[in-house]
């Protein structure tokens, strides 16, 4: 009879195949604008216009839009058209009632770069606005059918991008920069993951060495190591990576060393017990009695004994070492140019998302963070019983 492995094996090997080829599969940056800033899931429906898009080329000079919403947030039109010889060509723009506006133009040969921007002071110059008025009434003054065209010369290569930014997106929105939430979300779970299973393990190393060196030499040195570890217990975490991170920076390598040095403590002492307790068997006086070196005793005979113990401790360490990120990013103390859960969070906060009621800035990471976290304590349990199966009657009740 197959045994099914328990929930968490499960979900912790899904969320690693979604942080390994998710990102792949995006079609654009994390870092674009796709929509209005805070705009809600498609699905939650609304008499928000959807976001537009659409090509203008040689062989399609014209693009015609069917709206039937207010006139959108903004509008933005981008490429560059090849012409060959002398040629004269504008970029006009159609209303419903039949006005027309010239929004580029062009005569010459070559190549013609188009960055048109309806926010731009130079893009409302051309339509003969004040600079801090709005274009996008003045284009969508009405629903019905709005045109945009090539009229002149027809290019013979290169093609112009139209985009207008819709009042919804995705599935699960933007964030106050336009930025699909989704694509930030998924970003998200690398970071986690790396900065959660990284600094646990620098984290063990460190403990494991120190603990079983501790506890087997015993004496002066464990006294020492373990006077250490009572001040480092007894000092709070927060302030001082506060300060540390200040002090050293905000990259995301060096908030992994910052957690896994204020983390080893618990690991050593667990360690230590632990050799304490093997230190004195018939076995490693055995060893000892024939010449073993200590470093051969710790290495052949300790270390094996400790790994079901640290694999525990590792699996329970990892959603410590995630919330301390995430807590960090928060308080915004991680690098701005790295996108995680706890990011997230800390920009939905700043820029107002809790009381602009824009849930979908903060319930995903939330959400995130608290699913790794009971994903790795299960982990950590279930190598605990593996350890010690006399464990699963008492943690199952």
Same mark, same amino acid.
């Given at each position: 009879?197959?045994? *099914?492995? +328990? ?9 690693l ?18 929509? %209005? ?40 039109? %981008?490429?560059?058209?090849?012409f ?26 070559g ?19 004040? /600079? ?7 284009l ?14 027809? /290019? ?43 600094? =646990?393990?620098?984290a ?23 006077r ?5 217990l ?19 390598w ?15 002492? =667990?360690?230590?017990?632990l050799?304490?307790?093997l +230190? ?9 009695? *024939? ?20 694999l ?30 706890g ?9 107002g998302?809790?009381t ?14 608290? *699913? ?14 593996m350890?010690?199966?006399?464990? %699963? ?5």
């Amino acid at each position: 009879m197959i045994k *099914i492995p +328990r929930w968490s094996f499960i979900t912790f090997f899904l969320i690693l195949v979604i942080a390994v080829f998710a990102p792949m599969g995006l079609s654009r940056s994390p870092q674009e604008t796709v929509a %209005k800033p805070f705009a809600p899931p498609a699905w939650t429906g609304g008499d928000a216009p959807p976001p537009f898009s659409a090509v203008l080329s040689p062989s399609q000079g014209i693009v015609v839009l069917d709206w039937e919403w207010e006139a959108p947030e903004n509008i933005s039109i %981008k490429g560059e058209l090849v012409f060959e010889g002398y040629s004269v060509s504008k970029l006009v723009w159609t209303t419903p009632d039949g006005r027309t506006f010239t929004l580029a133009s062009f005569q010459g040969s070559g190549k013609w770069p188009l960055d048109l921007d309806g926010r731009d002071i130079t893009f409302k110059t051309a339509l003969g606005i004040p /600079p801090l008025a709005n274009a996008l009434p003045l284009l969508f003054p009405s629903r019905g059918e709005h045109r945009v065209s090539i009229e002149g010369d027809i /290019p013979s290569g290169g093609s112009l991008n139209l985009t207008l930014p819709g009042g919804k997106w995705g599935l699960m929105g933007t964030d106050q920069r336009g930025r699909d939430v989704l694509a930030l979300f998924i970003m998200g779970i690398r970071v986690s993951l790396l900065v959660g299973i990284s600094a =646990t393990l620098l984290a063990s190393f460190f403990g494991l060495s120190i603990g079983l060196t501790s506890g087997y030499l015993g004496g002066v040195v464990d006294s020492l190591v373990m006077r250490t570890v009572d001040v480092l217990l007894s000092i709070p975490v927060l302030p001082i990576l506060m300060v540390i991170v200040g002090i050293w920076g905000k990259g995301l390598w060096q908030l992994v060393i910052i957690l896994g040095l204020f983390s080893w403590m618990g690991t050593a002492r =667990t360690v230590r017990s632990l050799a304490l307790s093997l +230190r004195e068997s018939c076995y490693v006086e055995n060893l000892r009695s *024939i010449g073993a070196s200590p470093w051969y005793i710790l290495y052949r005979h300790l270390l094996p004994e400790a790994m079901p113990v640290l694999l525990a401790t590792i699996s329970l360490g990892v959603p410590g070492a995630i919330l301390a990120e995430a807590g960090l990013s928060f308080l915004g103390l991680s690098d701005p140019r790295v996108i995680s859960w706890g990011r997230m969070l800390h920009e939905a906060h700043g820029f107002g998302a809790f009381t602009a009621g824009a849930w979908w800035l903060i319930i995903p990471p939330g959400i995130g963070i608290s *699913i790794i976290c009971l994903v790795f304590l299960d982990m950590g349990r279930s190598i605990e019983e593996m350890a010690d199966p006399r464990l %699963k009657g008492s943690l199952r009740q």
